[in-house]
């Protein structure tokens, strides 16, 4: 089992900054990959961006690349979203996911989930 738990979010405005993390505990995540989801009001899941555990090789969704950094801290068992020049479409609750094995950027593929933050841009 990975026990996660997220925070870090808020509100902001748009062009503004935050960082969201995610600590994990209950088992070393060596072979697994951690992730960032959204869900905003009405829509569906999305995925925004995966990290390998092991390798630090990383992956974003296209809507956030450049923009957005996903990082870890071994030795805190915390993975990081570095937000940067927040939109108002980057409003949702982020979830922070955890998988044993290779990339997805399918929901139904994340076994762990944290329990979310808020995140909110205004205009």
């Known amino acids: 089992q990975v026990q996660l738990v997220e925070s870090g979010g808020g509100m902001v405005q748009a062009g503004g900054s935050l960082r969201l993390s995610c600590t994990a505990s209950?088992?070393?995540?060596?072979?697994?990959?951690m992730a960032w989801f959204r869900q905003a009001p009405g829509k569906e899941r999305e995925f925004v961006a995966i990290?390998?555990?092991?390798?630090?090789?990383?992956h974003s969704a296209d809507s956030v690349k450049g923009r957005f950094t996903i990082s870890r801290d071994n030795a805190k068992n915390t993975v990081f979203l570095q937000m940067n020049t927040l939109k108002a479409e980057d409003t949702a609750v982020y979830y922070c996911?955890?998988?044993?094995?290779?990339?997805?950027?399918?929901?139904?593929?994340?076994?762990?989930w944290g329990q979310g933050t808020q995140v909110t841009v205004s205009s």
């Open positions: 996911a955890a998988r044993s094995g290779t990339f997805s950027s399918r929901r139904v593929d994340f076994a762990y």
């Open positions: 209950g088992r070393t995540l060596s072979g697994y990959v």
């Open positions: 990290i390998s555990w092991s390798s630090g090789i990383t």
